[in-house]
């Protein structure tokens, strides 16, 4: 979870992001930055996001991208 907050704040330095329940609902990330965020995840995990993932749900908040990057991670373990 250390390194998903750290794609954030290289993000959005200025946001709390441990006091938000909704990112996208408090207006802390748009589409431009979850973009950026799949990105990021992709490059230092060695993962594919499906994009059937990349939902509003699945960046809530950081146990929703915790969860959605331990799925990406146990896809990408089987596919190997």
Do not use: W, Y
Not at 1 to 21: A, G, N, T
């Amino acid at each position: 979870m250390d390194q998903i907050l750290e794609i954030l704040k290289d993000i959005h330095p200025e946001h709390d992001f441990f006091s938000s329940v909704d990112f996208v609902t408090d207006g802390l990330l748009d589409s431009l930055d979850i973009v950026t965020i799949v990105t990021e995840l992709e490059e230092r995990f060695g993962i594919l996001v499906d994009g059937e993932d990349v939902t509003p749900e699945n960046f809530m908040n950081l146990k929703s991208l915790d969860r959605l990057l331990a799925k990406c991670l146990h896809n990408h373990a089987s596919s190997i």
